[in-house]
């Protein structure tokens, strides 16, 4: 098991930037594909981006390719989520999460269910 706490969020003005960060502590990091999901009120969780263990493979939802970078920094046991040009449907709490590796394409993981431990989360608020 993984421990997962999330920092960077805040408001911000449409069209401007965030860095979300997710430091890890626990189980051995670099061992586990990273995820960030997101929920607003009243919505179901959804997904957002993931990365692979080794950090070559990427996927990402339709809604923010373009947009979002995720990447992660072994050594220092943290994934990012680089956030530009936001836009009010952005607004959610944002969640990391992290799931053992498996022999299997990371775009396959897109639930939540998927992910077997979570952090506490991180409210990014856009404004118009």
């Known amino acids: 098991q993984v421990q997962l706490v999330e920092s960077g969020g805040g408001l911000v003005q449409a069209g401007g930037s965030l860095r979300l960060s997710c430091a890890a502590s626990?189980?051995?990091?670099?061992?586990?594909?990273m995820g960030w999901f997101r929920q607003a009120p009243g919505k179901e969780r959804e997904f957002v981006a993931a990365?692979?263990?080794?950090?070559?493979?990427?996927y990402y939802t339709d809604s923010v390719k373009g947009r979002f970078t995720i990447s992660r920094d072994n050594a220092k046991n943290t994934v990012y989520l680089q956030m530009n040009s936001l836009k009010p449907e952005d607004t959610a709490v944002y969640y990391c999460?992290?799931?053992?590796?498996?022999?299997?394409?990371?775009?396959?993981?897109?639930?939540?269910?998927?992910?077997?431990?979570w952090g506490q989360g991180t409210q990014v608020t856009v404004s118009s």
């Open positions: 990365i692979s263990w080794s950090g070559w493979s990427t």
């Open positions: 999460a992290a799931e053992p590796t498996r022999p299997i394409p990371i775009w396959t993981m897109t639930s939540s269910k998927d992910f077997g431990s």
């Open positions: 626990g189980r051995t990091f670099s061992n586990y594909i």
